[in-house]
């Protein structure tokens, strides 16, 4: 995977005005890319879960838009979510269903990686937690546009 030039976008994630940028400059760059409407919502609803989890848990921070292609020529959208909060104690616990530390519904982090085709967490306590995930654009005829 190689990132392109196109559209790398880097938005702050502060407050909650940040998480309506975010979700408005993902779908708009989605679109610009591409991406059918099932596609574009995946992508956005990911990155409304994933941003507000940066703000809730993480304390706030940022997320990068990049747009980047595979060995093939695939084209995506890579979103990669930093903070410098208190980071994952226990990752795969984290990625259960209904597993929240804070009264949440605990559906953002393992619902976000069922959209998604890539996800990655790293994490470090007391240092931050980085959450990228990939969606790889679909052909027309695989879905609605
Ligand atoms: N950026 C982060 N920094 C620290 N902990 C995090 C971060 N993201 C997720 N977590 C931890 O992982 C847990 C699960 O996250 P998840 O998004 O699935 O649920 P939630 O945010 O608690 O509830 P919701 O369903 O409302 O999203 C959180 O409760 C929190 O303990
Ligand atoms: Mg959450």
Do not use: C
Not at 100 to 125: C, I, N, Q, Y
């Amino acid at each position: 995977m190689s990132t392109d030039e196109r559209a790398t976008v880097s938005l702050p994630v502060r407050n909650d005005a940040d998480l309506m940028t975010v979700r408005q400059r993902v779908r708009t760059l989605a679109q610009e890319l591409g991406f059918g409407l099932v596609q574009q919502t995946k992508l956005v609803t990911a990155a409304s879960e994933l941003a507000r989890n940066t703000l809730i848990h993480g304390g706030g921070g940022s997320v990068t838009v990049d747009a980047v292609s595979d060995a093939q020529g695939r084209d995506g959208l890579t979103l990669t979510f930093r903070d410098e909060g208190s980071g994952i104690t226990d990752v795969d616990r984290a990625l259960r269903d209904g597993y929240s530390t804070a009264g949440g519904l605990g559906m953002g982090l393992s619902g976000s990686k069922r959209l998604v085709h890539e996800f990655s967490v790293d994490t470090a306590l007391g240092e931050g937690t980085t959450v990228s995930v990939t969606l790889w654009r679909g052909h027309a005829s695989h879905g609605p546009r």
